[in-house]
């Protein structure tokens, strides 16, 4: 079935399902977990309407580090069933599902004068029970290569930046990093879509309950009634505003967008201990688009949960300490270009939350409802299998196995063959074997950047049009492209996208 989201689509299948078609399961929010239950739903023969009020990845899915984490971080809390599950899953993504997405990112840990050596060693020993998992996993140094020491000189020569003074080497690990979390909720949203999953943004749900939601189209201001064998709230953060009994603990990851030629050109990323801190870093991450993000904060958020959340300077000031500590030439507040923040959805717990689990939980509520919550990117295919094998167990729903853990998205292939593909390397590391259409559906004259300082082209934008279900700039330049990480870029792109959206 065709995997291209429209106008024209959405229209249709929202006209069917105001019309009275029952479908078998109901999927409200489109981040990277609605996304994946939505997908795992319709591959296993369900019928599936998948909604969300505002866009693909419109909440925290896109705000993420773009990491696809092997979870060292859970295996140093004793979380072990977490660090095996995320390790499984970064191999899963990495080598069937969305290996065009995804790459192997070296990460650089320096000793510095900041680090007790005592620090680095436990880090050490931390590094090389990841590679352990990795192995257990089954992932193959071929994919994600084994950690080891590094003399300061192989220090600073992968990331030159590096403050020379103190600097008395460090540890080199691998991770798996994404070429943008929003890519990968668009790439599932598309294979849910070409499964036959009814896959409609600007439909807003204003009430719940157990056989089907209460739906505003924020387009024409219409309302609709969509019925449902069972409903699924994968709201994330806002969960609690469509099932009370659910309550989250949200907390701010904050990240700081550079330009990469401000540190020299990383051929890695970084991890910087913060200091005085046993498990706690900042990392920096170089991004295929010559921008930098340097994240990440963990902060407890009280009150209404915003729509777009903001990075308060607090975090930004925190970020810059901690960054600078490691480097030679400090870099200053006007040199940041821009900082987004995501909210993660924790269930409520004591204590901070940078110590509060990133488990899932899949809840059944007393109306019916399924909320599926926590979690993390990485982890959204077990997420979603999950929540599917729970509804499966409902009378009247004849649901087949999981077929997700080998089932790849659009453009996806062995990275043998994606080595093949006759498109330039950046298309292929975000449209996979679709690269040469993007460019052959383009007139010649978008084929080239939008703007001066970003590589996205027109050719790019049109494709998301027509594709993607980007009905308006902002989906443009804030999602199926990053324009918006950076104020400057945006403004500039923003008549073109105009254009773009008008003539497609």
């Known amino acids: ?54 866009d693909l990845a419109f909440g925290t899915s896109r705000w993420s580090s773009k990491l696809v984490h092997g979870g060292l971080r859970y295996l140093a809390k004793g979380e072990l069933g977490v660090a095996y599950e995320s390790a499984v899953e970064r191999g899963v993504l990495l080598t069937r599902t969305a290996p065009h997405l995804t790459r192997a990112l070296a990460m650089v840990l320096p000793a510095t004068a900041y680090t007790a050596p005592g620090h680095v060693r436990v880090a050490g020993l931390g590094l090389h029970a990841g590679d352990l998992l990795r192995a257990v996993a089954g992932t193959r140094r071929a994919v994600l290569p084994g950690t080891r020491r590094l003399s300061a000189a192989e220090a600073r020569g992968m990331v030159p930046a590096l403050r020379g003074a103190g600097l008395r080497g460090g540890r080199l690990s691998w991770d798996g990093q994404l070429c943008d979390d929003a890519r990968l909720v668009t790439g599932l949203a598309r294979a849910a879509a070409g499964a036959g999953a009814r896959v409609l943004t600007r439909c807003r749900a204003t009430e719940l309950t157990g056989d089907g939601a209460t ?14 064998r069972a409903v699924v709230n994968a709201t994330g953060v806002w969960a609690g505003q469509l099932a009370p009994e659910i309550v989250l603990r949200p907390s701010r990851g904050s990240h700081l967008v550079l330009p990469a030629a401000l540190l020299g050109g990383l051929s890695a990323g970084l991890t910087i201990p913060v200091p005085g801190e046993l498990s706690r870093f900042v990392i920096v991450l170089p991004q295929p688009d010559g921008l930098v993000y340097v994240g990440l904060t963990d902060e407890p958020v009280d009150g209404p949960v915003p729509d777009v959340p903001t990075a308060p300077e607090s975090d930004v000031d925190f970020l810059l300490d901690v960054l600078n500590s490691a480097l030679e030439t400090p870099v200053r507040r006007s040199d940041v270009l821009g900082t987004f923040a995501g909210l993660r959805p924790l269930m409520a717990a004591g204590g901070r939350t940078a110590d509060i689990s990133r488990r899932h939980a899949v809840v059944q509520g007393r109306d019916g409802v399924v909320t599926v919550v926590g979690g993390k990117l990485t982890t959204y295919r077990r997420m979603a299998q999950d929540t599917v094998d729970l509804l499966a167990r409902r009378p009247g729903l004849r649901a087949g196995p999981c077929r997700t853990r080998d089932l790849p998205l659009p453009g996806a292939a062995a990275r043998d ?88």
């Open 417 to 504: 063959r994606l080595a093949l593909v006759p498109a330039p390397a950046r298309l292929l590391a975000r449209y996979g074997t679709e690269a040469p259409s993007v460019l052959a559906e383009a007139p010649p004259e978008l084929h080239a950047p939008l703007v001066p300082g970003s590589p996205v082209t027109g050719a790019e934008l049109l494709w998301a049009v027509r594709h993607e279900g980007a009905l308006t700039v902002d989906d443009l330049l804030d999602r199926r492209t990053r324009l918006g990480l950076v104020p400057a870029l945006r403004e500039a792109a923003l008549p073109h996208a105009e254009r773009i959206l008008a003539d497609a």
């Open 215 to 228: 739906v505003l189209d924020t387009l024409t201001g219409a309302r609709h009634v969509v019925r449902a």
């Open 1 to 54: 079935m065709d995997t291209s989201l429209t106008a024209a689509r959405r229209e249709r299948e929202l006209a069917a399902l105001a019309a009275g078609e029952v479908v078998d399961v109901l999927v409200v929010g489109l981040g990277v977990t609605g996304a994946g239950v939505a997908l795992d739903a319709a591959a296993r023969g369900l019928s599936v309407a998948a909604i969300d009020a505002h």
